[in-house]
């Protein structure tokens, strides 16, 4: 097939570290003849309205350098577009390009892109106080929405897992259980928590295997329920989630749905949403699956078999 790509990136972000990615991206996709153009994004807004720019103009493939977020709007814009989404990660997580098995080496992450091995995966359509919106990955509310918030003005020099376990115990030391209505493909319960996570993808805050039996694959998200925990137990789930070992703690929750709504028993309770490390208001939030949604270029030895390193089973 002609293809006709764009590079977006962010000049600034990780001290230019994109520029180079995206320079590098330039001359290989040259020497390959494939009809590209890029653009130097300065928002996510910016972004947004390049990608649907362009799939207006002709283009077929957008070609991403970043993180989760940078690929979270992305991605976001690729499906109302309706074009396919190439990954170079270049963020301090890169949880959802690890899913997809895109090397972190931009070298080799672009030389995937070259390949062109397309596969459409299942996302999740989110519902929040204030914003509509597909999550690509995990989508949490409560402690891990706070947790992204104190992200975007503490400890911006340091990056991956190291930054979210600090910032996570500080968010502990204040994080109060919320009293929560949660309806999972209808069915009703009342719990404590201090977390709740939804999505297709496993991980969050840089390898936090939170969803350790989801893929991409799937027509049901897991989810998993953090509830009626101290903040020692509470302490000792996070410590676990690495490697998946939460799973089957008495104050943990795993379950499937097709739809899920999230919405706090007192009006002035506030859970904080995000998505790959997104603010995007807060509950009461509703998720459902949409199958089939994103195009997205993969390595050619990809599986959702192989999807993580834990399995919970």
């Given at each position: 097939?002609?293809?006709?790509?764009?590079?977006?990136?962010?000049?600034?972000?990780?001290?230019?570290?994109?520029?180079?990615?995206?320079?590098?991206?330039?001359?290989?996709?040259?020497n390959?003849?494939?009809?590209?153009?890029?653009?130097e994004?300065?928002?996510?807004?910016?972004?947004?309205?390049?990608?649907?720019?362009?799939?207006?103009?002709?283009?077929?493939?957008?070609?991403?350098?970043?993180?989760?977020?940078?690929?979270?709007?992305?991605a976001?814009?690729?499906?109302?577009?309706?074009?396919?989404?190439?990954?170079?990660?270049?963020?301090?997580?890169?949880?959802?390009?690890?899913?997809?098995?895109?090397?972190?080496?931009?070298?080799?992450?672009?030389?995937?892109?070259?390949?062109?091995?397309?596969?459409s995966?299942?996302?999740?359509?989110?519902?929040?106080?204030?914003?509509?919106?597909?999550?690509?990955?995990?989508t949490?509310?409560?402690?891990?929405?706070?947790?992204?918030k104190?992200?975007?003005?503490?400890?911006?020099?340091?990056?991956?897992?190291?930054?979210?376990?600090?910032?996570?115990?500080?968010?502990?030391?204040?994080?109060?259980?919320?009293?929560?209505?949660?309806?999972?493909?209808?069915?009703?319960?009342?719990?404590n928590?201090?977390?709740?996570?939804?999505?297709?993808?496993?991980?969050?805050?840089?390898?936090?295997?939170i969803?350790?039996?989801?893929?991409?694959?799937?027509?049901?998200?897991?989810?998993?329920?953090?509830?009626?925990?101290?903040?020692?137990?509470?302490?000792?789930?996070?410590?676990?989630?690495?490697?998946?070992?939460?799973?089957?703690?008495?104050?943990?929750?795993m379950?499937?749905?097709?739809?899920?709504?999230?919405?706090?028993?007192?009006?002035?309770?506030?859970?904080?949403?995000?998505?790959?490390?997104?603010?995007?208001?807060?509950?009461?939030?509703?998720?459902?699956?949409?199958?089939?949604?994103?195009?997205?270029?993969?390595?050619?030895?990809?599986?959702?078999?192989?999807?993580?390193?834990?399995?919970?089973?």
């Amino acid at each position: 097939m002609d293809r006709k790509c764009l590079i977006i990136y962010n000049p600034n972000a990780r001290a230019g570290k994109t520029h180079g990615h995206a320079r590098l991206a330039m001359r290989m996709l040259e020497n390959e003849g494939i009809d590209h153009d890029y653009v130097e994004t300065q928002s996510s807004e910016h972004a947004i309205s390049t990608i649907i720019d362009a799939g207006n103009d002709g283009f077929t493939d957008i070609l991403a350098i970043g993180g989760d977020g940078t690929i979270h709007h992305a991605a976001n814009a690729a499906i109302n577009a309706g074009l396919t989404l190439g990954i170079v990660p270049a963020g301090s997580g890169n949880d959802f390009a690890n899913s997809l098995h895109i090397d972190e080496n931009p070298e080799k992450a672009i030389q995937t892109f070259i390949a062109n091995n397309r596969i459409s995966i299942n996302v999740t359509k989110v519902t929040t106080s204030q914003d509509e919106y597909y999550s690509i990955n995990v989508t949490d509310a409560g402690m891990g929405g706070k947790v992204a918030k104190e992200s975007l003005s503490r400890l911006k020099w340091l990056h991956g897992r190291l930054k979210y376990n600090i910032l996570a115990m500080g968010v502990l030391l204040k994080f109060k259980e919320v009293p929560t209505v949660i309806k999972i493909d209808g069915r009703e319960m009342e719990l404590n928590i201090r977390l709740i996570a939804a999505g297709l993808g496993q991980t969050f805050g840089s390898g936090m295997n939170i969803l350790p039996d989801a893929r991409f694959d799937m027509d049901r998200m897991q989810i998993g329920i953090l509830h009626d925990a101290t903040r020692l137990q509470t302490l000792n789930a996070l410590l676990k989630a690495p490697k998946a070992k939460h799973v089957g703690l008495k104050y943990i929750i795993m379950e499937w749905a097709k739809t899920l709504e999230v919405s706090p028993v007192n009006e002035n309770d506030e859970l904080i949403v995000e998505s790959e490390g997104e603010l995007h208001g807060t509950v009461p939030l509703k998720m459902e699956i949409v199958p089939q949604a994103l195009q997205v270029i993969v390595p050619e030895n990809y599986s959702t078999d192989l999807q993580t390193k834990y399995r919970s089973r």
